[in-house]
T-cell receptor, first 116, second 114 residues
Framework: AQSVTQLGSHVSVSEGALVLLRCNYS??????LFWYVQYPNQGLQLLLK??????LVKGINGFEAEFKKSETSFHLTKPSAHMSDAAEYFC??????????????FGTGTQLKVEL | ETGVTQTPRHLVMGMTNKKSLKCEQH?????MYWYKQSAKKPLELMFV???????ENNSVPSRFSPECPNSSHLFLHLHTLQPEDSALYLC?????????????FGNGTRLTVT
C-alpha cells in the first residue's frame, strides 16, 4: 500500500531563508505525488503535482519539488520564505487500484512558521 | 461562482440532532469526496463518489450517511453523533479518471458535537 511520511511536524525559518519541507513515500509502483497547502480556516490548495513527466516540478507561489526515486523522496522547497508562506503543508500520494476517483493518502502535515 | 463550496462553515449540534453538510462544485468534475480532518491526525478519506456511484466507504460508522444526487452536489447526513466526531469535514472534487487528477477542496465545515 502507498503511504507518505513527512519529517518534522513543525518547521521554523527566517523570512528570506530557504524553505525545505520533507516528504518520503512508500509505493510498490511509480506513484503520483502532490503537495497541498492549508491556510487557517481554509481547505487545502494544490501547490504542485508529480506525474512522471519531469522530476523537478514547479508549482505556485515559487515552490518546487524534486522527485528522487533512489531516495523515495519528494521534498518541497522555496528559495526565499515570505511571511505569507506560513501555513500547514501536506504531502499526498495517489492510491492505485480499481474504481473511479483519485484516492489520496495524506501525510500528517508540516506547520511552517516564518519569522522576521 | 467557481470552485468547491461547503455549507455551513460552522455547525454545533447535540448528540441527538440530525443535520446535513452540503457541498457543491462548479468545476465540471465527476468525482466527489468527503474527508475528515481531526487535530493531530492525518486526513481521513471517508467516502468517494465517482460518476454518482459510491466507490469507497472507509469503514465509516453508519451515523454518517453520504448522498450524491448528481455530479455537482454531495451531502453528508449526520445523526446521533459522538463528541469524537467533532472535526473539520472537507469536501473535494476531481475528474473521475486518472490517478494524477488533483483534488480541489472546499473550505470545510467545522463541526462541534456537544
Amino acid at each position: 500500500a502507498q503511504s507518505v511520511t513527512q519529517l518534522g511536524s513543525h518547521v521554523s525559518v527566517s523570512e528570506g531563508a530557504l524553505v525545505l519541507l520533507r516528504c518520503n513515500y512508500s509505493s510498490s509502483v511509480p506513484p503520483y505525488l502532490f503537495w497541498y497547502v492549508q491556510y487557517p480556516n481554509q481547505g487545502l490548495q494544490l501547490l504542485l503535482k508529480y506525474t512522471s513527466a519531469a522530476t523537478l516540478v514547479k508549482g505556485i507561489n515559487g515552490f518546487e519539488a524534486e522527485f528522487k526515486k533512489s531516495e523515495t523522496s519528494f521534498h518541497l522547497t522555496k528559495p526565499s520564505a515570505h511571511m505569507s508562506d506560513a501555513a500547514e503543508y501536506f504531502c499526498a500520494v495517489s492510491l492505485t487500484g480499481t474504481g473511479g476517483g483519485n484516492k489520496l493518502t495524506f501525510g500528517t502535515g508540516t506547520q511552517l512558521k516564518v519569522e522576521l | 461562482e467557481t470552485g468547491v463550496t461547503q455549507t455551513p462553515r460552522h455547525l454545533v449540534m447535540g448528540m441527538t440532532n440530525k443535520k446535513s453538510l452540503k457541498c457543491e462544485q462548479h468545476l465540471g468534475h465527476n468525482a466527489m469526496y468527503w474527508y475528515k480532518q481531526s487535530a493531530k491526525k492525518p486526513l481521513e478519506l471517508m467516502f468517494v463518489y465517482s460518476l454518482e456511484e459510491r466507490v469507497e466507504n472507509n469503514s465509516v460508522p453508519s451515523r454518517f450517511s453520504p448522498e450524491c444526487p448528481n455530479s455537482s452536489h454531495l451531502f453528508l447526513h449526520l445523526h446521533t453523533l459522538q463528541p469524537e466526531d467533532s472535526a473539520l469535514y472537507l469536501c473535494a472534487s476531481s475528474q473521475a479518471r486518472g490517478n494524477n487528477s488533483p483534488l480541489h477542496f472546499g473550505n470545510g465545515t467545522r463541526l462541534t458535537v456537544t
